[in-house]
């Protein structure tokens, strides 16, 4: 989380210091007007006025110096940002330079010696940038600069593994529900709601979630019971981490396939699947590639989906995989190429599309095993399946409802989007 707290104490020192100074000008120039009766007011009257105007034009400076070090901190935000994304600390503070020079404009100075770049132990890093800024009113009392400092941390996606599995977006009123039944553990990540709305989110008696951190925005929930450990409410949640970074892809007007299968076995070839379904319950093979499922792909009850090395990519927010009832499910991500690590995305490049929010059933309750970056935002997401190991998972939803499933959940830490697209987030 961000600390945007004002690092004042030098400006209170220098405050300090120019009270006493001003003061003891006063003090002369009264004993000097004291001791000549005939006093001239004329000039008393400029020493007073020269006060005046020092102690109302400090606020004047102060006023200058805030609105400099807010420049400077929200500059200083966007290039740590992209500076954690470089490996070595030369190139990092290269790119702070760049980005923030870009947002601030050229510095004033000496860059390098101004700023400071820490590598931490948990990968991420550390800026802190100083600047004195020169006084207009307060030099009238000796004080001829004011000393500026923010500080800034940035971590990329993927090095902070007790970041959360499950990024939960929408803010329209019961974004979580969590149904008697559910059974969700993870030791090792946690849940983000995004919602602020009343409630946020509902849980049912009989219900049991654990994660290290549910990290809720909000503060207004309704809990009728079961147990949910790590919750906090006003929490600061982490942003999508995904958002514009997932390389959208071109749509064949080509199908490789339409219509139904009736055969005990299937397999599938990458391509564009256009309104594809199945009778009665095969085994269903997609070969590893960019799967882009067009329409509605209906698998039936008592099926086996097999999706080792594959990508399935929903063109809008009307297609996607319908399961209906219990399936087996094994699906993981590639490990190389453009869609390397990302087992499921969907189109969001269009706020047409974005306008939209549909329905997606997990429904894997005769066991279900998935692996790899599952981005669904536009999706209310209904879970209904019992997984057979930990799922490593980053999955990024709209609503989610957790009806009576067993779901063991870890970070994903494989094979993800590349240095370049991956996310990242401030820390401080």
Not at 27 to 48: C, E, H, K, T, Y
Not at 182 to 189: E, I, L, P, R, Y
Not at 255 to 281: A, I, K, M, R, W
Not at 312 to 335: C, E, H, K, M, R
Request: charged share 10%.
């Amino acid at each position: 989380m961000l600390a945007m707290e004002a690092d004042m104490r030098s400006i209170i020192a220098h405050m300090g210091s120019a009270i006493p100074r001003v003061g003891r000008s006063f003090q002369i120039a009264w004993r000097s007007i004291a001791v000549d009766a005939s006093g001239n007011f004329a000039l008393f009257a400029a020493l007073v006025m020269t006060i005046v105007v020092t102690g109302v034009g400090a606020s004047i400076d102060f006023h200058t110096a805030y609105v400099q070090r807010n420049k400077m901190q929200q500059s200083l935000d966007a290039a740590v940002l992209v500076g954690v994304k470089k490996t070595t600390l030369a190139d990092q503070k290269t790119a702070i330079q760049n980005v923030f020079e870009a947002n601030f404009g050229t510095w004033p100075g000496d860059f390098n010696r101004n700023l400071s770049v820490v590598q931490n132990s948990d990968k991420s890093i550390t800026a802190v940038l100083r600047q004195s800024t020169t006084t207009t009113f307060m030099a009238l009392a000796g004080i001829r600069s004011l000393d500026i400092a923010v500080k800034s941390s940035a971590i990329a996606l993927g090095s902070d593994t007790s970041g959360p599995c499950i990024y939960v977006l929408g803010s329209s009123g019961q974004d979580v529900l969590i149904n008697s039944g559910a059974n969700v553990q993870s030791t090792k990540c946690s849940m983000d709601v995004h919602s602020t709305a009343n409630p946020a989110f509902i849980m049912n008696s009989g219900s049991t979630i654990n994660f290290t951190e549910f990290c809720v925005k909000g503060t207004n929930y309704i809990k009728n019971g079961g147990t949910l450990n790590n919750l906090k409410t006003g929490c600061s949640v982490h942003a999508d981490p995904y958002a514009g970074t997932l390389t959208e892809p071109t749509v064949s007007s080509t199908c490789v396939d339409s219509g139904y299968y009736s055969t005990s076995t299937v397999t599938l070839e990458p391509g564009v699947h256009c309104g594809t379904g199945f009778n009665g319950s095969p085994t269903i093979t997609f070969k590893p590639g960019l799967h882009i499922i067009k329409g509605t792909m209906i698998i039936n009850s008592g099926a086996t989906v097999i999706a080792n090395g594959v990508t399935f990519y929903f063109p809008d927010v009307w297609s996607g995989i319908q399961a209906n009832g219990g399936l087996t499910f094994t699906a993981t991500a590639p490990t190389s190429g453009t869609y390397k690590g990302i087992l499921m995305f969907e189109k969001t490049s269009d706020a047409a599309n974005n306008a939209n929010k549909s329905q997606y059933i997990f429904n894997g309750s005769k066991g279900e095993t998935l692996e790899g970056i599952i981005y669904l935002p536009n999706r209310n997401v209904t879970y209904n399946s019992t997984t057979n190991v930990a799922e490593k998972i980053s999955m990024v939803v709209n609503q989610i409802i957790l009806n009576s499933a067993s779901w063991q959940v870890e970070p994903y830490t494989g094979a993800s989007v590349s240095a370049s697209n991956a996310g990242t987030r401030l820390t401080e």
